[in-house]
C-alpha cells in the first residue's frame, strides 16, 4: 500500500462492561484526502462533547489514537518496515517509559491537581471516586493529546533510532492499557507473594488499592504506575501499605453446597468464565477460530496432565445457600481412556475431603465423575471413609424425573437405546410403571432389562423391535451413526447421558442432556453449563441445591436412588422449572 493511499488502520482497546474485561477491535477506514477535514471535525466533536456519562468519548478516542498513529505512519520512514522483534529495541523502550514518561508524568499529574487546571480538565477523570477499568480512558480531549504525546515518546526514540520493532509498540501499548485498566478496577488483584519474591517490585508497579486512594485523598499517589517518584517526592499516601494488606483479606464466604465437575474438550477453556466471556454466556459449540489459540491449548492440556488440584470455577447464592463449581482439571478424553483413572479418582476423594473438612453439608458429582466404573456412582468415596459428614449426591433420582417428565403427554410407547446404567433401568422401571411400552433394538439390551426388572408386569411392557417407528427414542451413550439415520422423521431424542448425542438428522428434534432451568433469583449465573442454554442447571447439579435446601441428610450415590416423585417435586416448589420441549 502506498504511503499517499487509503488510510488502513488496525485499533482495539480493552473494556470492562457487565462484570467481564472484554477486547474491542475493528478497522479504521479513511481516505487520506479527507484525513484533515476528519481530524478537524473530530476535533471539534470532542471540544463540543460534555462528556458526562462514564461511555461517553470511548469511540472518540479510539478514532483519535488511530488518526494519530496514521500521520506518524505517514510522515516517519521506516514505521511500515518494522521487524518483529529487536531486543535492544524492547529495552530502549522499558527504559525510556521507566525514566522520562514516568517522571514526566508524575509532575505533569501534580500539575493537574493544581486548581486552575484540576477545575478545567482533571476534575472530569475524579468524578469517579469508586473507579471501575472504564474510569482510565475518561478524560478531556486536551489530556487524551497530552498523554498520547507522553507515551509517544519511548516509541518515537525506538523509531528515531532505527531500534523499534513490533513487539516493541504492541507490547508498550498493551502494557499501557493493562495497566491503566487494573489501577482503576477497584479490586485487590496482586498476589503479596510476588512483593515477598522481589521487594523492590514496589517501587516498579502500583497495585489497584494503591491508586485508588489517589482518587479518594487527591493528594498523593500521582505516579504513573511506577510508585518510585511518590517515594522520592514524598506524596506516597502513608496508609497504602495498610490498604494493600487489608485489601486482601476478604471474608470466606462457606459454600453449602459444591458440584465438582471436570473439563470436556481442550478447547472448551475459552468458555469458562476464565475464558471468554461472550464464548461463556453461549451454549458450548465449536468454533473455527478457537483454533487460533493453539499455542494455550497446548499448554491447558499439558498443565492438566501435571496440576493436580481442583479450582473453583463459579460462586453462586440461592435463598441463602452459597453454592460453588469446583473442577477436577482433567479433560472427558482422560476419564474414557482410563490411562489416570488412580490420579482422577484421588482427585475426586480429596475434593471431597477437603469439603468434609470445611463443613461443607453437600457436594453432588457432575458429567464423568460419577462413573460406575471409575467409583460406582461416588459409593467408592462413602466406603472408604465412612465418618464423612458431607453428603455426596449424583443426582439421578432427579435425572430420571425430568427424563419422565420431559416424555410428551400420551405417548405410549418409547424406543430405549444406549448404555444401560443406573439411569437408564430406573427410567424403563418407572415407564413400565406407567403403562408405557419400552422398546429395544437390542437383544442383549432387552435381556438385561428383563433380568433387571424382575417383576412380571413390568416384564410385559418390554419389547424387542427392529422398526424403528417409534416417536420417542430415549437415548443414552452408545447411540451410533446408523441408527440415528434409521429413525423415522419427526423424532424426538430425549438423552438420559451426561453427554448429548451428535445432532445428525435435521429433520428430527434433541432435547438437552437432564437439566432445570433456574429460578431467576439464583444468583451470578451469568455463564452457560457446557452446551447447556442460558441459565439452565444440570439435573445433577440441580439435584446437590435441592438436598441442601431440604435439608436431607442422606448420600444419594451408588445404587441408592432416592424417591423420584419427591425431588421432581422439591425442586418446582424451590422455582426449578423443566427446560421447553423442543417441537
Avoid at 532505527?162 to 477497584?186: E, P, Q, T, V, W
Avoid at 464423612?388 to 425430568?402: E, F, N, P, T
Avoid at 437405546?417 to 419400552?438: D, E, F, H, P
Avoid at 450415590?557 to 417441537?583: D, Q, S, V
Amino acid at each position: 500500500m502506498g504511503r499517499r493511499g487509503t488510510l488502513f488502520t488496525f485499533y482495539f482497546s480493552h473494556f470492562y462492561y457487565g462484570g467481564h474485561f472484554t477486547t474491542r477491535f475493528g478497522f479504521l477506514l479513511l481516505d487520506t484526502e479527507q484525513l484533515r477535514e476528519t481530524i478537524g471535525s473530530l476535533i471539534r466533536v470532542l471540544n463540543s462533547s460534555k462528556l458526562t456519562g462514564k461511555a461517553s468519548g470511548l469511540d472518540d478516542q479510539i478514532l483519535l489514537n488511530g488518526i494519530l498513529f496514521y500521520v506518524i505512519y505517514m510522515i516517519l520512514p521506516g514505521v511500515a518496515h518494522m521487524p518483529l522483534w529487536r531486543t535492544d529495541g524492547v529495552l530502549l523502550t522499558i527504559l525510556l517509559h521507566m525514566g522520562p514518561v514516568e517522571f514526566l508524568y508524575y509532575w505533569l499529574h501534580r500539575a493537574l491537581h493544581h486548581h486552575y487546571l484540576y477545575s478545567r480538565y482533571h476534575s472530569h477523570h475524579h468524578s469517579s471516586v469508586v473507579t471501575e477499568p472504564i474510569t482510565s480512558v475518561i478524560h478531556p480531549f486536551a489530556e487524551h493529546l497530552a498523554y498520547f504525546l507522553l507515551f509517544l515518546i519511548p516509541l518515537l526514540a525506538g523509531i528515531f533510532m532505527r531500534k523499534s520493532s513490533i513487539a516493541a509498540l504492541f507490547g508498550y501499548i498493551s502494557y499501557i492499557d493493562f495497566m491503566n485498566n487494573m489501577g482503576h478496577c477497584n479490586f485487590e488483584l496482586i498476589p503479596k507473594m510476588l512483593f515477598s519474591i522481589f521487594p523492590p517490585l514496589k517501587y516498579l508497579m502500583y497495585t489497584p488499592s494503591y491508586h485508588s486512594l489517589h482518587h479518594t485523598q487527591f493528594r498523593t499517589n500521582y505516579s504513573l504506575f511506577m510508585p518510585i517518584y511518590d517515594y522520592i517526592y514524598g506524596t506516597m499516601d502513608k496508609s497504602s501499605d495498610a490498604l494493600y494488606e487489608k485489601s486482601l483479606i476478604r471474608p470466606e464466604e462457606l459454600p453449602h453446597v459444591i458440584h465438582l465437575t471436570h473439563l470436556v474438550t481442550p478447547q472448551s477453556i475459552y468458555h469458562l468464565r476464565l475464558g471468554f466471556a461472550s464464548l461463556a454466556s453461549k451454549p458450548y459449540t465449536y468454533k473455527w477460530y478457537v483454533w487460533a489459540m493453539w499455542p494455550v491449548t497446548c499448554c491447558s492440556i499439558m498443565l492438566t496432565w501435571t496440576y493436580g488440584r481442583t479450582f473453583i470455577l463459579e460462586r453462586n447464592q440461592f435463598n441463602k445457600v452459597n453454592v460453588q463449581t469446583w473442577v477436577v482439571p482433567k479433560f472427558k478424553i482422560q476419564y474414557l481412556l482410563k490411562l489416570r483413572n488412580e490420579s482422577i479418582d484421588s482427585l475426586i476423594e480429596e475434593a471431597i475431603l477437603r469439603a468434609d473438612e470445611r463443613g461443607i453439608k453437600v457436594l453432588s458429582l457432575g458429567l464423568l465423575n460419577q462413573g460406575d466404573e471409575l467409583n460406582g456412582y461416588g459409593e467408592l468415596y462413602i466406603h472408604r471413609n465412612p465418618k464423612l459428614k458431607i453428603k455426596v449426591v449424583d443426582g439421578s433420582s432427579l435425572v430420571v424425573a425430568v427424563v419422565l417428565n420431559s416424555i410428551p403427554k400420551g405417548t405410549t410407547q418409547v424406543l430405549f437405546r444406549g448404555n444401560l446404567t443406573k439411569v437408564a433401568y430406573s427410567i424403563a422401571s418407572a415407564l413400565c410403571q406407567m403403562g408405557i411400552q419400552v422398546a429395544t433394538s437390542h437383544k442383549d439390551e432387552y435381556e438385561q432389562l428383563n433380568t433387571k426388572l424382575k417383576n412380571v408386569e413390568r416384564e410385559s411392557k418390554l419389547l424387542l423391535s427392529k422398526s424403528f417407528t417409534e416417536k420417542i427414542w430415549l437415548v443414552g451413550d452408545g447411540l451410533t451413526k446408523e441408527e440415528q439415520m434409521k429413525a423415522s422423521k419427526g423424532t424426538l431424542f430425549i438423552p438420559f447421558s451426561q453427554f448429548p448425542p451428535k445432532r445428525l438428522r435435521k429433520d428430527c428434534l434433541y432435547h438437552t442432556t437432564p437439566a432445570m432451568m433456574s429460578p431467576k433469583s439464583f444468583q451470578n449465573i451469568d455463564s452457560c453449563e457446557n452446551w447447556l442454554p442460558r441459565r439452565a442447571m444440570s439435573a445433577s447439579r440441580v439435584a446437590g441445591v435441592i438436598h441442601a435446601l431440604e435439608g436431607w441428610n442422606v448420600h444419594e450415590c451408588g445404587n441408592t436412588m432416592f424417591n423420584i416423585e419427591k425431588i421432581w417435586e422439591a425442586g418446582l416448589h424451590h422455582g426449578f422449572r423443566p427446560l421447553t420441549i423442543p417441537t
